[in-house]
């Protein structure tokens, strides 16, 4: 089932809270869809791009990221240009999801530099993505332009699947909040209280 936007009713700081939310039932990927976005119009910071599904997406080093369609939660955070947010964004970030997953009585802990586990198998992926579009590496460092930000989670609810079996080069076992307890959650539910511990996280890098 596809998630019920009615049901989220956002109470952020930095994140916008009116028509802030992008719902895509599937996209490629909720970066590049983000980028879009920010293209299309530079308003769209401060706003998120969520996904039911997403057909390529990615985490770090270009791994491939399962998301179970209608299970599980993707999401980009347009951060856009103003600020400049490094690892200590995707720190807090990380601290976020543990609380999110805390909040339903599952114990996650950080293994760094990104990701979240819960009894040795992955649950969760963090990423800062800098886009600097055309540009080649090389002058990256000098460019005047200054480059993008997103902020993307992803986080097993609902499926049950095993990335193994989809992916026979994956390292990790993974599981979700369902395969940890064996029910079923509301998903809006969870996106909400993760939105609001993201936003959280942003403001403590953007006000220290």
């Known amino acids: 089932m596809q998630l019920d936007l009615s049901q989220i009713k956002l109470k952020t700081n930095w994140i916008k809270r009116k028509d802030s939310i992008f719902y895509h039932?599937?996209?490629?990927?909720?970066?590049?869809?983000?980028?879009?976005?920010?293209?299309?119009?530079?308003?769209?910071?401060?706003?998120?791009?969520?996904?039911?599904?997403?057909?390529?997406?990615?985490?770090?080093?270009?791994?491939?990221?399962?998301?179970?369609?209608?299970?599980?939660?993707?999401?980009?955070?347009?951060?856009?240009?103003?600020?400049?947010?490094?690892?200590?964004?995707?720190?807090?970030?990380?601290?976020?999801?543990?609380?999110?997953?805390?909040?339903?009585?599952?114990?996650?802990?950080?293994?760094?530099?990104?990701?979240?586990?819960v009894n040795n198998r992955k649950i969760s992926g963090i990423l800062l993505n800098n886009y600097y579009g055309n540009v080649p590496p090389r002058a990256r460092a000098t460019y005047i332009g200054g480059y993008i930000q997103y902020l993307s989670v992803g986080l097993n609810v609902n499926s049950n699947a095993e990335i193994r079996f989809f992916d026979e080069n994956a390292k990790v076992e993974s599981t979700s909040f369902f395969r940890e307890t064996g029910e079923i959650f509301p998903r809006e539910k969870v996106l909400n209280y993760l939105i609001h511990q993201i936003d959280i996280a942003i403001q403590k890098q953007v006000h220290q």
Do not use: M
Request: include cysteine; charge should be negative; proline fraction near 2%.
């Open 25 to 117: 039932q599937s996209v490629e990927s909720t970066i590049k869809t983000a980028f879009e976005a920010y293209r299309e119009d530079n308003n769209n910071e401060k706003k998120i791009v969520v996904a039911d599904c997403q057909t390529d997406g990615v985490g770090s080093y270009n791994k491939k990221w399962l998301n179970i369609p209608y299970k599980d939660i993707a999401l980009t955070v347009i951060l856009g240009k103003s600020l400049h947010f490094e690892q200590e964004l995707v720190d807090d970030t990380c601290q976020a999801v543990i609380n999110t997953l805390k909040n339903w009585g599952i114990e996650g802990y950080l293994k760094k530099p990104n990701d979240i586990y």
